[in-house]
C-alpha cells in the first residue's frame, strides 16, 4: 500500500503549502478539477475502506500530517485538466487499486465528460447500457443483466423507484457527481455488493480543495425529431442548470459543499411494432395447420404482418437535486463528514397511436399483394388489406418521484495505531404514478382499407388508411376491437426505505499484513407497492357483461381536442389528439377493476441484514517484486419476509405471509504485483450473491381449487397456481480474475483481462409438483370443492443450477505527443469486451428463440474515443456498440417466444473552448451531440410458423432523433 501512503502525503501537501501565494497559484490550476480529487478519494477508498467515501478516510491524514515541501513536486505529474486530467487521474485511480477496477472523473465541477452517469460509464471496458426512453438509464457489467450489479452512493446502498433493486441513473444529476468507479473484484469491506460488480458513485469532499469555489453551467437543449404532439405543451427544446458553491472555515478545518441541478429534457419519440408474423394460407398457413380460416387474396406460402402500432411519444422530464456536504476535521484525531442528497424527479409523457390486427381472424381481404423473396418463404411487402378496424388509442402519464438520502461518516485516529469508523445512513425513494388511457375509433365497429408498404428488415413503414384519423367526426369514443371496456386508469404508491449502520475498527499487524479492518454493517430495507386499477365506460355505457354495449359511439367533446398526433413517419399522417383526464372527468365514469396482475402489485418486502466482516490488507515483496492487496471474508445474514394478496384469478382471496432465513459465506482475495515501473499483474478471487428482483421474492400469487378435465388426474379436484416465492436464495456465484496493466506518459495505458465466473445458484421461473398449498397457508375461496391433496402444482421463481461465464477484455489509451510532438494533443481511447456464457439448464428451453447463455448477454461491447484538446480547444467523438442480446421470454398475441434486443451502435460528439486567461478566464463554452446518427433501438421477434418452422422477424423499432445541447459553463 505504499502508493496509497504517499496519495495521503500528497493531499496532505496540498493544504499544507495553500497559504503560500505562488505554490497555492498551481495548486489552483490542479485541485479545482474534480478529477484530481476523485484521484485521491479512489484511491484511498480502493486501499483501506472500499465502501466509504475515500476523503472520509484521508483527510485526518491530511490535517496531521506536515510534510517536507518536496512532496510538492509529485503535484507537477497531475496539473493537466479537462479530458485528459479526466482520463489521467482515471488511470491513476486504476492503477493504484489494490482491487480491478475502472473509474471516471468528471472534466471539471459539475462537467463529467457525458450527459448522464450512465453514458459516461458505458465507456468503460466490459459495461454496456442499454437504452430507455432514447436515454442511457441502467448499466450491464459483464454481460449479466443490470439486475446483477450493485449501486451505491459514497459507499452507501440506495433506495430505487423501480420495482426491483436496479438504480435509475437518470435520478442522480451528473453534475453533481465528481466521478464513479466499478469494482470488478470486491474485496471484504465492499458492502451492497453486486454479483457482475459494483458501481460506487461519489460526490465532492469540500477541504479536498485548497479554497472557495464556484462553478455554475447552463446548456440549451434541443431534440431533432420534432414535436409529435403538438397540443401537450412538449416541444424539442430544453435546458439543464447547475450551481455547485464550495468554501472552506476556520483554518481550513470545516467545509461545506452545496450543488443544485435542474433538467428540463424534452424526449420526442418514434414508435413501431409489428405485432407478430405468420403464412396464412397454404401448406405452412394457419388455414391447414391451424384449422382457421382462409385470407382471400392472400398468395400461398408467404410471410405477412398480421398487425401492427404507431406511435408517437412526447416526454417532458423535469428534475430538481440538491447535493449537500459538510465536512469537520478539527484536529488530528476526528473526522465528520456529512453527505446529503435530495431530487424530485417529475415526468410527464403522452402516448398516441393507431393500430389493428389484420389476422385471418379479423375477416380481412387483400388486393395487389407483392412480396420478397427472402428464407424459408417470400414477405409480403406492398398491397391493400380491406376490413381493418383502426384502433385508436390515447395515453397520459405522469409520474412523481422523490429520492432523499443522508450518510453521516466518524472516524477517529486514536494516535497508538487504532482507528475506529461510525457511519448512519438513510435512503429512501418514493414514487407516484398516475396513467390513464382511451380507445376511439370508427362507429359501430366501422372498417377500412388501408394501402401499405413494409420493408423487409428493420424500418418505418408506410401505411395509407381509407379514412382522415384526425377527424373529429369520423373518429368517435368506442371499443373499436370489443376489449371490454373503453378505457382504463391506474394509481401506482411506492416506497423503499434503506436504514442502515456500520461499525469498523483498524488496526496494524505484522508479517505481510499492513493492517487489520473488521467491521459489522447493519440494514433494514423494506418496499412496499400498492396499485389501483379502474376500468372507464362511457357515459349511458353499462359496465357490466349484459350491459356493455362495445359499439357505442360518442363524438369527443370538441372542447378537448388538440392539434392531430403526428404519424407521417409511418404514412397515417395525423390522428386524433385530445386532453384524456379532462375526457375522462367529463364523459366516462370508473369502476374499480383490479386483476390477477394489479392484485399482485400490492406487496411489501422486507430485508434485514447483518452483515460481518474481517480484511487484512497485503503489503509486502515476494522476492524483488514488491506485492499488495487484501484478503478476507463477508458472513451474511438475511431475513426476508414479504405480505400480498392470494387471488384466484381476477377474484380477491385473502392475505398471504412468508419468509425464509439464510446465510452466505463470501471470501475475497485481491493480489497486486508490481513488476516493474508502471506495470501491474492482477489476481482476483471472490465468491459474490446478488438476490433475486424484490418483485420475485414477493409473495403475490393466484391459485384455486379446479376439477381436472383430462389426463391421469381427469375428476380430481386439485390445486394449482403461479406466483412469487418469499423463500427465494440469492444467486451465487465465485469469480476469477487476472489482469495485467501496463502505464506509460500521462494518460496512456494498456491492459489484457481475463475472467471465469462459475453461478452456482441461478433463479428462473419453474413449475413445482409437490408444492403444500395448506402449509403456505392459501386458503380455497370455493367451498365446494373439497381438494384431494393439499398438494398441487405451482409455478414460480425457484434456484436452481447455475451456469458458468469467461471473458476476455482488451483495453488502452494513448496520447498523441508519444508518437510525435507534431499530434500533441490528440489522444485515443478503446476497449473491447468478449464475453461467453452458458446455461446447462433451461426451464423455457421448448420455447423458440430459448437462448443457451444467459439472457441479457452481450456477446461483445466494444468502445473507440478520439479526442483533442490544446490551447483551450477541445474536441471528443465517441462511439458505443453491443452485439445483440436476448431477453425474457414474451408472451406475443398468444405467440409464446424471446425478444432479441437487436446490436446497438451510439456516436457522440462534443467540442468546447475554455477560455485561458483574461477577462474570461474560467469561461468556457460547450457543443455537445448525442446520438449523432440518429441510430434505433431494434428489437426482434423470434417464433414458429404454423408448421413449426422458426422465424426471425422483426417486431420493434424505435428512434428519438439526436439530442443538440450548446452551454456556457463558469468557474470562480
Same mark, same amino acid.
Given at each position: 500500500?505504499?502508493?496509497?501512503?504517499?496519495?495521503?502525503?500528497?493531499?496532505?501537501?496540498?493544504?499544507?503549502?495553500?497559504?503560500?501565494?505562488?505554490?497555492?497559484?498551481?495548486?489552483?490550476?490542479?485541485?479545482?478539477?474534480?478529477?484530481?480529487?476523485?484521484?485521491?478519494?479512489?484511491?484511498?477508498?480502493?486501499?483501506?475502506?472500499?465502501?466509504?467515501?475515500?476523503?472520509?478516510?484521508?483527510?485526518?491524514?491530511?490535517?496531521?500530517?506536515?510534510?517536507?515541501?518536496?512532496?510538492?513536486?509529485?503535484?507537477?505529474?497531475?496539473?493537466?485538466?479537462?479530458?485528459?486530467?479526466?482520463?489521467?487521474?482515471?488511470?491513476?485511480?486504476?492503477?493504484?487499486?489494490?482491487?480491478?477496477?475502472?473509474?471516471?472523473?468528471?472534466?471539471?465541477?459539475?462537467?463529467?465528460?457525458?450527459?448522464?452517469?450512465?453514458?459516461?460509464?458505458?465507456?468503460?471496458?466490459?459495461?454496456?447500457?442499454?437504452?430507455?426512453?432514447?436515454?442511457?438509464?441502467?448499466?450491464?457489467?459483464?454481460?449479466?443483466?443490470?439486475?446483477?450489479?450493485?449501486?451505491?452512493?459514497?459507499?452507501?446502498?440506495?433506495?430505487?423507484?423501480?420495482?426491483?433493486?436496479?438504480?435509475?441513473?437518470?435520478?442522480?444529476?451528473?453534475?453533481?457527481?465528481?466521478?464513479?468507479?466499478?469494482?470488478?473484484?470486491?474485496?471484504?469491506?465492499?458492502?451492497?455488493?453486486?454479483?457482475?460488480?459494483?458501481?460506487?458513485?461519489?460526490?465532492?469532499?469540500?477541504?479536498?480543495?485548497?479554497?472557495?469555489?464556484?462553478?455554475?453551467?447552463?446548456?440549451?437543449?434541443?431534440?431533432?425529431?420534432?414535436?409529435?404532439?403538438?397540443?401537450?405543451?412538449?416541444?424539442?427544446?430544453?435546458?439543464?442548470?447547475?450551481?455547485?458553491?464550495?468554501?472552506?472555515?476556520?483554518?481550513?478545518?470545516?467545509?461545506?459543499?452545496?450543488?443544485?441541478?435542474?433538467?428540463?429534457?424534452?424526449?420526442?419519440?418514434?414508435?413501431?411494432?409489428?405485432?407478430?408474423?405468420?403464412?396464412?394460407?397454404?401448406?405452412?398457413?394457419?388455414?391447414?395447420?391451424?384449422?382457421?380460416?382462409?385470407?382471400?387474396?392472400?398468395?400461398?406460402?408467404?410471410?405477412?404482418?398480421?398487425?401492427?402500432?404507431?406511435?408517437?411519444?412526447?416526454?417532458?422530464?423535469?428534475?430538481?437535486?440538491?447535493?449537500?456536504?459538510?465536512?469537520?476535521?478539527?484536529?488530528?484525531?476526528?473526522?465528520?463528514?456529512?453527505?446529503?442528497?435530495?431530487?424530485?424527479?417529475?415526468?410527464?409523457?403522452?402516448?398516441?397511436?393507431?393500430?389493428?390486427?389484420?389476422?385471418?381472424?379479423?375477416?380481412?381481404?387483400?388486393?395487389?399483394?407483392?412480396?420478397?423473396?427472402?428464407?424459408?418463404?417470400?414477405?409480403?411487402?406492398?398491397?391493400?388489406?380491406?376490413?381493418?378496424?383502426?384502433?385508436?388509442?390515447?395515453?397520459?402519464?405522469?409520474?412523481?418521484?422523490?429520492?432523499?438520502?443522508?450518510?453521516?461518516?466518524?472516524?477517529?485516529?486514536?494516535?497508538?495505531?487504532?482507528?475506529?469508523?461510525?457511519?448512519?445512513?438513510?435512503?429512501?425513494?418514493?414514487?407516484?404514478?398516475?396513467?390513464?388511457?382511451?380507445?376511439?375509433?370508427?362507429?359501430?365497429?366501422?372498417?377500412?382499407?388501408?394501402?401499405?408498404?413494409?420493408?423487409?428488415?428493420?424500418?418505418?413503414?408506410?401505411?395509407?388508411?381509407?379514412?382522415?384519423?384526425?377527424?373529429?367526426?369520423?373518429?368517435?369514443?368506442?371499443?373499436?376491437?370489443?376489449?371490454?371496456?373503453?378505457?382504463?386508469?391506474?394509481?401506482?404508491?411506492?416506497?423503499?426505505?434503506?436504514?442502515?449502520?456500520?461499525?469498523?475498527?483498524?488496526?496494524?499487524?505484522?508479517?505481510?499484513?499492513?493492517?487489520?479492518?473488521?467491521?459489522?454493517?447493519?440494514?433494514?430495507?423494506?418496499?412496499?407497492?400498492?396499485?389501483?386499477?379502474?376500468?372507464?365506460?362511457?357515459?349511458?355505457?353499462?359496465?357490466?357483461?349484459?350491459?356493455?354495449?362495445?359499439?357505442?359511439?360518442?363524438?369527443?367533446?370538441?372542447?378537448?381536442?388538440?392539434?392531430?398526433?403526428?404519424?407521417?413517419?409511418?404514412?397515417?399522417?395525423?390522428?386524433?389528439?385530445?386532453?384524456?383526464?379532462?375526457?375522462?372527468?367529463?364523459?366516462?365514469?370508473?369502476?374499480?377493476?383490479?386483476?390477477?396482475?394489479?392484485?399482485?402489485?400490492?406487496?411489501?418486502?422486507?430485508?434485514?441484514?447483518?452483515?460481518?466482516?474481517?480484511?487484512?490488507?497485503?503489503?509486502?515483496?515476494?522476492?524483488?517484486?514488491?506485492?499488495?492487496?487484501?484478503?478476507?471474508?463477508?458472513?451474511?445474514?438475511?431475513?426476508?419476509?414479504?405480505?400480498?394478496?392470494?387471488?384466484?384469478?381476477?377474484?380477491?382471496?385473502?392475505?398471504?405471509?412468508?419468509?425464509?432465513?439464510?446465510?452466505?459465506?463470501?471470501?475475497?482475495?485481491?493480489?497486486?504485483?508490481?513488476?516493474?515501473?508502471?506495470?501491474?499483474?492482477?489476481?482476483?478471487?471472490?465468491?459474490?450473491?446478488?438476490?433475486?428482483?424484490?418483485?420475485?421474492?414477493?409473495?403475490?400469487?393466484?391459485?384455486?381449487?379446479?376439477?381436472?378435465?383430462?389426463?391421469?388426474?381427469?375428476?380430481?379436484?386439485?390445486?394449482?397456481?403461479?406466483?412469487?416465492?418469499?423463500?427465494?436464495?440469492?444467486?451465487?456465484?465465485?469469480?476469477?480474475?487476472?489482469?495485467?496493466?501496463?502505464?506509460?506518459?500521462?494518460?496512456?495505458?494498456?491492459?489484457?483481462?481475463?475472467?471465469?465466473?462459475?453461478?452456482?445458484?441461478?433463479?428462473?421461473?419453474?413449475?413445482?409438483?409437490?408444492?403444500?398449498?395448506?402449509?403456505?397457508?392459501? =386458503?380455497?375461496? /370455493?367451498? @365446494? $370443492? %373439497?381438494? !384431494?391433496?393439499?398438494?398441487? +402444482?405451482?409455478?414460480?421463481?425457484?434456484? &436452481?443450477?447455475?451456469?458458468?461465464?469467461?471473458?476476455?477484455?482488451?483495453?488502452?489509451?494513448?496520447?498523441?505527443?508519444?508518437?510525435?510532438?507534431?499530434?500533441?494533443?490528440?489522444? =485515443?481511447?478503446? /476497449?473491447? @469486451? $468478449? %464475453?461467453? !456464457?452458458?446455461?446447462?439448464? +433451461?426451464?423455457?428451453?421448448?420455447?423458440? &428463440?430459448?437462448?443457451?447463455?444467459?439472457?441479457?448477454?452481450?456477446?461483445?461491447?466494444?468502445?473507440?474515443?478520439?479526442?483533442?484538446?490544446?490551447?483551450?480547444?477541445?474536441?471528443? =467523438?465517441?462511439?458505443?456498440?453491443?452485439?445483440?442480446?436476448?431477453?425474457?421470454?414474451? +408472451?406475443?398475441?398468444?405467440?409464446?417466444?424471446?425478444?432479441?434486443?437487436?446490436?446497438?451502435?451510439?456516436?457522440?460528439?462534443?467540442?468546447?473552448?475554455?477560455?485561458?486567461?483574461?477577462?474570461?478566464?474560467?469561461?468556457?463554452?460547450?457543443?455537445?451531440?448525442?446520438?449523432?446518427?440518429?441510430?434505433?433501438?431494434?428489437?426482434?421477434?423470434?417464433?414458429?410458423?404454423?408448421?413449426?418452422?422458426?422465424?426471425?422477424?422483426?417486431?420493434?423499432?424505435?428512434?428519438?432523433?439526436?439530442?443538440?445541447?450548446?452551454?456556457?459553463?463558469?468557474?470562480?
Amino acid at each position: 500500500m505504499k502508493g496509497d501512503k504517499s496519495l495521503r502525503r500528497m493531499v496532505g501537501s496540498v493544504v499544507g503549502v495553500s497559504r503560500r501565494p505562488l505554490v497555492a497559484a498551481c495548486m489552483l490550476a490542479l485541485v479545482t478539477n474534480p478529477a484530481w480529487a476523485q484521484e485521491a478519494q479512489i484511491q484511498s477508498t480502493n486501499s483501506d475502506k472500499n465502501t466509504q467515501h475515500a476523503a472520509q478516510q484521508s483527510q485526518p491524514a491530511a490535517k496531521t500530517q506536515k510534510p517536507p515541501q518536496g512532496s510538492v513536486q509529485n503535484l507537477n505529474t497531475v496539473v493537466v485538466t479537462g479530458i485528459r486530467g479526466s482520463i489521467e487521474s482515471s488511470l491513476k485511480a486504476k492503477q493504484n487499486s489494490d482491487n480491478i477496477i475502472e473509474a471516471i472523473s468528471a472534466e471539471d465541477i459539475g462537467k463529467l465528460p457525458d450527459a448522464s452517469i450512465a453514458e459516461s460509464l458505458s465507456h468503460l471496458p466490459g459495461l454496456a447500457t442499454q437504452r430507455q426512453d432514447g436515454r442511457a438509464n441502467v448499466i450491464s457489467i459483464r454481460g449479466l443483466s443490470p439486475d446483477f450489479a450493485g449501486t451505491t452512493l459514497n459507499g452507501r446502498e440506495q433506495a430505487t423507484v423501480g420495482e426491483n433493486r436496479g438504480v435509475e441513473y437518470d435520478q442522480y444529476p451528473s453534475e453533481l457527481i465528481s466521478g464513479a468507479v466499478v469494482y470488478k473484484t470486491p474485496d471484504a469491506s465492499l458492502v451492497g455488493q453486486g454479483l457482475s460488480g459494483t458501481v460506487d458513485l461519489h460526490t465532492i469532499r469540500p477541504l479536498d480543495l485548497p479554497r472557495r469555489t464556484i462553478a455554475a453551467n447552463l446548456r440549451g437543449e434541443y431534440t431533432t425529431n420534432g414535436t409529435l404532439n403538438p397540443g401537450t405543451g412538449v416541444g424539442d427544446l430544453g435546458h439543464r442548470a447547475s450551481f455547485s458553491y464550495i468554501d472552506q472555515f476556520f483554518d481550513h478545518t470545516l467545509g461545506l459543499a452545496v450543488g443544485f441541478a435542474q433538467l428540463d429534457s424534452p424526449i420526442q419519440e418514434k414508435q413501431y411494432q409489428a405485432w407478430w408474423w405468420s403464412v396464412d394460407n397454404g401448406s405452412a398457413g394457419i388455414d391447414q395447420n391451424w384449422g382457421g380460416p382462409h385470407t382471400p387474396g392472400m398468395p400461398n406460402n408467404v410471410i405477412s404482418q398480421e398487425g401492427m402500432q404507431l406511435r408517437a411519444q412526447s416526454e417532458n422530464q423535469l428534475r430538481n437535486g440538491l447535493m449537500t456536504v459538510l465536512e469537520w476535521a478539527p484536529g488530528d484525531h476526528y473526522h465528520s463528514t456529512l453527505d446529503l442528497y435530495y431530487s424530485v424527479f417529475n415526468e410527464r409523457k403522452y402516448k398516441n397511436g393507431a393500430q389493428w390486427s389484420s389476422s385471418p381472424y379479423n375477416n380481412v381481404s387483400y388486393a395487389d399483394v407483392g412480396v420478397t423473396p427472402a428464407y424459408p418463404y417470400p414477405i409480403v411487402t406492398s398491397g391493400t388489406v380491406n376490413g381493418i378496424q383502426p384502433i385508436l388509442q390515447n395515453e397520459y402519464t405522469k409520474e412523481h418521484d422523490k429520492l432523499f438520502s443522508a450518510g453521516w461518516n466518524n472516524q477517529y485516529d486514536f494516535g497508538n495505531g487504532w482507528t475506529a469508523m461510525a457511519d448512519l445512513s438513510y435512503s429512501t425513494a418514493r414514487k407516484s404514478l398516475h396513467d390513464a388511457y382511451l380507445f376511439s375509433g370508427l362507429p359501430n365497429a366501422g372498417t377500412t382499407s388501408v394501402q401499405f408498404n413494409t420493408p423487409v428488415g428493420d424500418g418505418y413503414p408506410d401505411f395509407r388508411p381509407g379514412v382522415n384519423l384526425a377527424d373529429p367526426s369520423v373518429i368517435l369514443f368506442t371499443d373499436p376491437d370489443n376489449y371490454g371496456y373503453n378505457g382504463r386508469e391506474e394509481f401506482d404508491h411506492q416506497n423503499d426505505t434503506i436504514r442502515a449502520v456500520r461499525l469498523e475498527v483498524s488496526h496494524p499487524v505484522g508479517w505481510i499484513f499492513s493492517n487489520v479492518t473488521v467491521g459489522v454493517n447493519y440494514s433494514d430495507r423494506k418496499k412496499t407497492k400498492q396499485a389501483d386499477v379502474f376500468f372507464a365506460w362511457l357515459n349511458g355505457n353499462g359496465s357490466s357483461a349484459g350491459g356493455y354495449n362495445p359499439r357505442l359511439g360518442v363524438p369527443i367533446n370538441p372542447g378537448l381536442l388538440y392539434s392531430p398526433t403526428l404519424l407521417g413517419y409511418g404514412g397515417i399522417g395525423g390522428i386524433l389528439d385530445y386532453n384524456v383526464l379532462d375526457a375522462l372527468d367529463q364523459q366516462f365514469y370508473l369502476t374499480q377493476r383490479n386483476g390477477q396482475s394489479d392484485w399482485s402489485r400490492n406487496y411489501t418486502v422486507e430485508e434485514k441484514v447483518p452483515v460481518g466482516y474481517v480484511k487484512f490488507n497485503i503489503d509486502t515483496q515476494l522476492g524483488d517484486v514488491p506485492l499488495r492487496g487484501n484478503v478476507g471474508v463477508q458472513f451474511v445474514h438475511t431475513d426476508q419476509k414479504s405480505q400480498a394478496f392470494q387471488t384466484n384469478g381476477d377474484a380477491l382471496v385473502g392475505g398471504l405471509g412468508g419468509g425464509i432465513k439464510y446465510n452466505n459465506v463470501l471470501p475475497s482475495l485481491n493480489l497486486v504485483a508490481q513488476l516493474s515501473e508502471g506495470q501491474f499483474l492482477r489476481f482476483g478471487f471472490a465468491k459474490t450473491m446478488a438476490r433475486g428482483r424484490i418483485d420475485d421474492e414477493k409473495v403475490a400469487s393466484s391459485a384455486g381449487v379446479a376439477v381436472v378435465n383430462s389426463g391421469p388426474a381427469a375428476g380430481q379436484a386439485l390445486w394449482s397456481g403461479s406466483g412469487g416465492n418469499p423463500q427465494l436464495k440469492p444467486y451465487v456465484a465465485v469469480g476469477t480474475d487476472l489482469s495485467w496493466e501496463k502505464y506509460f506518459g500521462r494518460s496512456s495505458y494498456v491492459a489484457v483481462a481475463v475472467f471465469n465466473k462459475n453461478l452456482l445458484n441461478y433463479i428462473y421461473n419453474k413449475t413445482v409438483l409437490d408444492f403444500d398449498f395448506a402449509k403456505a397457508g392459501y =386458503i380455497n375461496d /370455493n367451498p @365446494s $370443492l %373439497t381438494p !384431494s391433496s393439499n398438494i398441487g +402444482s405451482f409455478t414460480r421463481p425457484e434456484n &436452481g443450477t447455475g451456469g458458468k461465464m469467461r471473458g476476455l477484455e482488451l483495453s488502452g489509451a494513448l496520447e498523441g505527443a508519444l508518437i510525435s510532438p507534431a499530434i500533441d494533443g490528440f489522444g =485515443i481511447q478503446a /476497449n473491447f @469486451s $468478449l %464475453t461467453n !456464457s452458458t446455461l446447462p439448464v +433451461s426451464a423455457v428451453s421448448t420455447i423458440p &428463440g430459448s437462448p443457451s447463455t444467459l439472457p441479457g448477454l452481450s456477446r461483445k461491447v466494444a468502445n473507440l474515443e478520439l479526442y483533442y484538446e490544446k490551447y483551450g480547444w477541445s474536441a471528443r =467523438i465517441a462511439e458505443r456498440y453491443r452485439s445483440s442480446f436476448t431477453g425474457e421470454a414474451v +408472451s406475443l398475441f398468444d405467440q409464446l417466444g424471446y425478444t432479441k434486443i437487436l446490436a446497438d451502435k451510439q456516436t457522440d460528439f462534443q467540442a468546447g473552448y475554455d477560455f485561458p486567461e483574461g477577462r474570461w478566464h474560467g469561461l468556457s463554452v460547450l457543443l455537445q451531440i448525442y446520438n449523432l446518427t440518429n441510430s434505433a433501438n431494434k428489437t426482434q421477434q423470434i417464433s414458429n410458423l404454423p408448421n413449426n418452422v422458426q422465424v426471425a422477424r422483426p417486431l420493434d423499432y424505435v428512434t428519438w432523433g439526436r439530442t443538440v445541447m450548446f452551454g456556457l459553463n463558469y468557474r470562480l
